[in-house]
Nanobody
Framework: QVQFVESGGGLVQPGGSLRLSCAAS????????MGWYRQAPGKQRDLVAA???????NYADFVKGRFTISRDNAKNTVYLQMNSLKPEDTAVYYC?????????WGQGTQVTVSS
């Protein structure tokens, strides 16, 4: 059973930065297309950023220029560097790993942007 575990969430002031990490169990991360999603209370879960097996990235318009997704297959970890955070970035952030046959989610990590 594959597990993804997120960390790095917390409370940050507007304009601040956080880096989220998603660690995969076992040496299997290289097989997955990885994504970060977020869900605010009462709202749908939205894709924030994704990185392909080959390292190509794409971002939601609302984070372009502020967030950066990266992967380190040797460490079995995917990162989301979040800069210039805004109150509307407040949400639970989820890590997702997908192959042609499988789809796994982490448990989520809370990010709160508030003064």
């Amino acid at each position: 059973q594959v597990q993804f575990v997120e960390s790095g969430g917390g409370l940050v002031q507007p304009g601040g930065s956080l880096r989220l990490s998603c660690a995969a169990s076992g040496s299997i991360l290289s097989l997955f297309v990885m994504g970060w999603y977020r869900q605010a209370p009462g709202k749908q879960r939205d894709l924030v950023a994704a990185v392909s097996v080959g390292g190509n990235t794409n971002y939601a318009d609302f984070v372009k220029g502020r967030f950066t997704i990266s992967r380190d297959n040797a460490k079995n970890t995917v990162y989301l560097q979040m800069n210039s955070l805004k109150p509307e970035d407040t949400a639970v952030y989820y890590c997702n790993g997908v192959t042609a046959l499988t789809d796994y989610w982490g448990q989520g990590t809370q990010v709160t942007v508030s003064s």
